[in-house]
């Protein structure tokens, strides 16, 4: 498994795939640059409900690990090419039983200005949920699933092909 708990000396992108719980205060002081006057740090925490699923008491995360760290430095790289300005970029998620409250992703940014911060953290989460092979399980009242529909992967959007 691809881990890295402890915020890069040598690069402003932060990729990471564990089973540890997230550190969500340390992506939120590490993103801050002096030249960037705007963070955004997006936290996903495990709820105690779904669409038709009351009760949820337990979260699971599963990931084809080898493709994730491609796939979420593709997701920062692509982030970048939009927002050129971006000062620093975490991506990190969490695989393995998670309890309710516990963080299972963490997507930041930061730049100079909050348009920027806002419109590039929205982008790496909505787009880490769609291209990034990481699978949930819930547990819930009424018994357990992988998840109502099949979930297909697809590719990082590239500028090219999405409008900004």
Not at 62 to 84: D, F, G, H, K
Not at 111 to 125: D, Q, T, V, Y
Request: aromatic letters at 8%.
């Amino acid at each position: 498994m691809w881990r890295m708990l402890n915020p890069p000396n040598d690069t402003d992108d932060w990729l990471a795939l564990t089973n540890e719980p997230l550190p969500v205060g340390p992506a939120v002081d590490w993103v801050v640059r002096p030249d960037c006057g705007a963070s955004v740090v997006f936290s996903g925490t495990a709820r105690d409900h779904a669409p038709g699923r009351n009760g949820v008491d337990r979260l699971e995360y599963e990931a084809y690990e080898e493709q994730v760290l491609v796939r979420l430095a593709a997701i920062a790289v692509e982030m970048r090419t939009r927002w050129p300005e971006l000062g620093r970029v975490a991506l990190l998620h969490r695989i393995g039983p998670l309890e309710i409250g516990e963080s299972a992703v963490v997507v930041a940014a930061s730049s100079p200005h909050r348009p920027e911060a806002f419109e590039a953290a929205r982008f790496g989460i909505d787009t880490l949920k769609g291209t990034v092979p990481i699978w949930k399980r819930e547990r819930w009242d009424a018994g357990e699933s992988w998840g109502l529909e099949a979930q297909h992967i697809a590719d990082v959007p590239s500028l090219s092909e999405t409008p900004r």
